[in-house]
């Protein structure tokens, strides 16, 4: 057996029978003859992972390299292909670097590469589905090579295919990223225009943009070094317009986002700590006492004890709310 205490952000030391990280395409096709005689289970990073027991099988954790350019068919188009096991931030600092944008309102969001098209990752009004041009990946069963279009991932709120009817059937080796050469900031969603205006900005750059959000998120979320989490554990879920409305008329105050005429995306960190969560503890398990998105974890706790605690949360906002509040982690 093999642990996966560093293989997981929460910091919870459970085991599988073996770990393979392929380097290259090569390595990965020379492994699947063994990986198909027992259960497996893919990871990146660890950062949206929650392990409750030991993994009864095989781990695998493809860490192809590399960051190349390539220009697009469009004038101002650059496609810039990456390894699956390439660190999402350090994607977007060099698309910020070479002035290559799309991305840099997603910075600073933990995990790698492969994990960013199976998680369509979002933050401050952007998604990655919006940027992914293409994806490479390997088909377990058969080692087959294919080349998988975004359309055909039916992306949605962190989601994809890939979570689906695709889940276990595909290792992503690489994601090529469609990014303009022409800077469009996205500033209404959060604080984002309101911290660039407070720090006199006028001029606004994409370097600019991507340091407030650093500055924000760091603000907010919990070292993983320090305290074991997984960034933000429930997804904020989207109501139809009668239950917002029904809800603001009782919390006028409410935060919300518009989705379309019919739904609207609340906050979920908002409705768990209007239900006192924020900073309390249950066992070793915990909510961070900066954001209520976030559990941590406070020394020692189990994956049990996070579940526990995501439980006794996600009853306490539907009998306050109505409303079911959904893990976006992974929990095994």
Not at 83 to 102: I, K, N, Q, R
Not at 175 to 183: C, E, H, I, K, N
Not at 310 to 332: A, H, K, L, T, Y
Request: with cysteine; net charge negative; aromatic share 8%.
């Amino acid at each position: 057996m093999q642990s996966l205490l560093h293989h997981n952000t929460f910091g919870i030391d459970q085991s599988c029978w073996r770990i393979y990280e392929p380097e290259t395409v090569d390595q990965l096709l020379a492994v699947l003859p063994e990986l198909r005689k027992a259960p497996l289970l893919t990871i990146g990073g660890g950062s949206n992972l929650l392990l409750t027991k030991d993994f009864e099988g095989n781990v695998l954790h493809p860490v192809m390299k590399g960051i190349a350019e390539v220009e697009g068919e469009e004038e101002g188009i650059v496609l810039l292909r990456c390894g699956a096991g390439e660190v999402w931030d350090d994607v977007v600092e060099y698309a910020v670097d070479h002035e290559l944008y799309g991305i840099e309102n997603l910075s600073i969001i933990p995990g790698e590469v492969g994990a960013s098209a199976v998680q369509n990752i979002g933050a401050y009004g952007v998604e990655v589905k919006d940027c992914i041009h293409g994806i490479e990946a390997v088909e377990i069963a058969t080692g087959r090579m294919v080349q998988i279009k975004p359309e055909e991932c039916e992306y949605g709120y962190r989601y994809s295919r890939f979570k689906g009817e695709w889940k276990g059937r595909y290792v992503i080796t690489y994601v090529t990223y469609r990014l303009s050469r022409v800077f469009i900031p996205h500033l209404d969603y959060g604080n984002v225009r309101g911290m660039l205006e407070a720090k006199g900005i006028e001029t606004i750059t994409a370097a600019d943009v991507r340091k407030v959000i650093i500055d924000m998120r760091n603000s907010k979320l919990p070292d993983p070094e320090v305290e074991g989490n997984a960034g933000s554990f429930f997804m904020n879920p989207v109501v139809s317009r009668e239950k917002f409305e029904s809800l603001m008329a009782k919390y006028p105050d409410m935060p919300h986002y518009r989705v379309s005429d019919a739904e609207e995306k609340i906050p979920a960190g908002w409705m768990i700590e209007q239900c006192g969560w924020k900073g309390r503890t249950l066992g070793k398990a915990g909510v961070h006492d900066r954001q209520a998105l976030v559990l941590v974890n406070k020394g020692g706790a189990t994956g049990q004890d996070i579940v526990r605690l995501c439980n006794q949360i996600r009853q306490d906002v539907m009998e306050r709310f109505g409303i079911s509040i959904n893990p976006e982690v992974n929990i095994i």
